[in-house]
């Protein structure tokens, strides 16, 4: 475990590891003191405490963990599980809009297409990136990398992360809802199998534009939500400050989603969430993503858009 | 109605509540202020007539006035799979509030869709009645949705959907969210099929709705003066801390903006989408409903008045033969 920033529920693993530096110091020093013991045993108590805390973590908890700053973002995904990734730019229409990454890569030596939603992990990169809040070029960049896709046979992956469409006058007038409307279209469109993975925050018509998908999977503590906890509980409970009470609500963790058949799928997070230890999600993640590429594989355009569509047609049916 | 309560005799006053009157019997139009009697409003299909401002029409009277001879069959549409998914409960229960707004619209749900005549031509047609719990889309008007869609590939008709909603339907969470998808897929069909798909956008339409269908039209028209966007008006100020401009998010900015082919008046509506829908399938417009001087054009946003009368009056039967 390296420097990281823990989040308020987190405070017992603090407080343990902050001991645990100190015995280290003083260990190092050349003091006669034995407190190798003594660290196994804090060691342990740290990560049990860990293992508690996350073996139980609230729908508002697991919402703080999908937007930890340290989380895996999708350039660290790209970095792990693609090869010769090649991010190509612009809509083609009137700009680039860096929220959306996409382009070309290999998986395994495989061609496919990528759309990855950046939210950027400093502040300079933060901003380039807008906080991975997509604006209308973002879309139609998106609908570009799928046609292409399409005309070349090529599976399309995407990685959704965001807190949802950048809400602008810019955004608005260049047509931000047509842009989506024309992504989530383009997604149930193409004759080639695609793959959703909501690796952070799933915010809405933002992620449903590029994850609209053959199979659309979770991380373990990521969120997908029609609206955010705090703007939901602001229209829904009139109080933004019952933000914890309406994550509940709504129902937007992995494993609610998995129950009502929204998501096909929940990829475990090692303890202590992605960020704690990415080699370990980013094995997860290849492995899926082999499996997902395997299953699809060979399988008809017209079935691969009809399985698409009779998957979508019967969520909510099958709750009856 | 206090005044009258003052002033008319306790015989009368029984009367007058007996009858089915709206509890005010004047409308305040939101642009000018103007107090307008509700007979007025109704015999101007809610347009009030000075500011010519677009007030909301219950569903029924929308088709009643879009429809050749205001003559239509409604198109049964199947409810939500389930109900209350999340057994969700916000200040009021969920349940409750669906209980409610169907005590108010008489509706099973947002949604309705009828089949019958524009100019003759056949067409299936949806209302989203924003009296419904603000219009909003989760399971049952998404079911609704595809089911109308669907119902028009199989009877081989175009489709026009008048549509209004304040967006998704929060209560229902995700699953609301997974309409855009799903009404995506009966759009697609839609057009698959060769179907025209108009569009009409009313005050308003925001949210998730303005995602999906409703701007996946063939033809996009508007009302005047509605309320068009993806975000709310106050989350952008919040964002970006600056005021909004004039006209932000309406009908005339969205087709100044490339979003929206024409702004429409409500009296012109029927001849719009008639000729539309006529040209698109090829078949003639009939005669008795033609426009000696009908003319479709970008600034179509006035009402036309010299010709309003032979469409808005009963049309001849022969409109409705085959």
């Known amino acids: 475990m390296s420097t990281l920033s823990y989040l308020d529920f987190e405070k017992p693993v603090a407080e343990l590891q902050g001991k645990i530096s100190e015995l280290e110091q003083i260990g190092d020093s050349e003091q006669a003191v ?20 996350y073996s139980k973590l609230t729908p508002w908890q697991k919402t703080q963990v999908a937007r930890h700053p340290s989380r895996p973002h999708f350039s660290d995904y790209a970095r792990h599980l693609l090869t010769e990734w090649t991010p190509l730019a612009g809509d083609r229409k ?29 502040t300079e990169s933060r901003l380039t990136h807008n906080f991975g809040m997509a604006r209308p070029e973002g879309y139609r960049k998106a609908v570009r990398i799928m046609d292409m896709a399409d005309r070349f046979d090529i599976p399309v992956l995407s990685f959704v ?8 006058i810019g955004a608005e007038e260049r047509g931000q809802a ?36 053959n199979k659309v999977l979770m991380l373990q503590h990521a969120i997908y939500s029609v609206i955010s906890p705090e703007a939901g509980a602001s229209i829904l409970f009139r109080d933004a400050g019952r933000a914890q ?52 594989s060979g399988m008809p355009r017209d079935k691969v858009r009809e399985h698409r569509r009779d998957k979508f047609l019967s969520i909510g049916r099958t709750l009856a | 109605m206090n ?38 409003l109704e015999a101007n299909q809610w347009v009030v007539p000075a500011s010519g401002y677009h007030m909301k029409i219950k569903a029924a009277d929308r088709m009643a006035a879009f429809f050749d001879g205001g003559i239509y069959d409604e198109i049964k549409l199947p409810g939500a799979p389930v109900q209350d998914p999340l057994k969700f409960r916000g200040l009021k229960k969920y349940t409750d509030q669906i209980r409610e ?29 924003f ?107 919040q964002t970006i801390r600056e005021k909004l401009p004039e006209g932000f998010q309406r009908s005339e900015y969205l087709r100044d903006h490339g979003m929206v082919d024409m702004v429409v008046h409500r009296h012109n509506m029927r001849d719009t989408v008639g000729t539309l829908v006529g040209i698109l399938t090829k078949v003639p417009s009939l005669e008795q409903f033609a426009k000696p001087t009908r003319k479709i054009a970008a600034n179509s946003d006035q009402p036309d008045a010299g010709n309003e009368q032979n469409l808005l009056a009963n049309p001849p039967e022969a409109a409705h033969a085959e």
């Open chain 1, 94 to 122: 009137y700009s680039e809009d860096a929220a959306v990454q996409a382009g070309l890569a290999r998986f395994n030596g495989q061609s496919v297409a990528v759309i990855g939603q950046e939210k950027g992990s400093n």
């Open chain 1, 178 to 213: 047509e842009a989506i409307a024309r992504s989530t279209e383009k997604c149930l469109e193409i004759g080639v199998p695609n793959l959703a993975i909501i690796v952070g925050e799933g915010g809405s018509g933002g992620a449903i534009a590029i994850a609209t998908a």
């Open chain 1, 34 to 53: 034995d407190v190798d013991e003594e660290l196994a045993r804090l060691r342990t108590r740290a990560e049990d405490a860990l293992a508690d805390i």
């Open chain 1, 161 to 168: 992360d965001t807190a949802g469409a950048w809400p602008g």
């Open chain 2, 3 to 40: 005044w009258i309560n003052n002033i008319v005799r306790p015989k009368i006053r029984s009367f007058l509540n007996k009858k089915e009157t709206p509890d005010n019997l004047w409308v305040k139009c939101p642009e000018s202020g103007e107090m307008v009697f509700y007979k007025d």
């Open chain 2, 101 to 129: 707004a169907r005590n108010k619209t008489g509706d099973q749900d947002s949604v309705t869709a009828a089949e019958g005549h524009v100019l003759g031509h056949k067409v299936v047609v949806a209302v989203q009645d």
């Open chain 1, 245 to 296: 009470d309406m994550a509940a609500a709504q129902k937007i963790t992995a494993q609610d989603l998995a129950e009502l058949k929204v998501i096909d799928g929940i990829i475990e997070e090692p303890v202590g969430g992605a960020h704690r230890h990415i080699e370990t999600i980013m094995a997860s993640c290849r492995a899926e993503i082999s499996k997902f590429l395997e299953e699809f």
């Open chain 2, 131 to 237: 009296e419904f719990m603000g219009g909003s889309l989760g399971l049952a008007a998404g079911e609704a949705i595809i089911a109308a869609m669907v119902e028009a590939v199989n009877r081989k008709l175009p489709f026009v959907f008048f549509v209004a909603s304040g967006g998704a339907r929060m209560q229902e969470g995700v699953l609301s969210l997974m309409q855009l998808p799903r009404t995506t897929v009966a759009v697609q069909k839609l057009k698959e099929a060769g179907l025209p798909y108009i569009v009409v956008l009313t005050n308003p339409t925001t949210g998730g709705v303005t995602a999906s269908y409703a701007m996946l039209g063939d033809v996009h028209l508007a009302e005047p003066g509605a309320q068009i966007g993806f975000a709310g008006a106050r989350v952008i100020e």
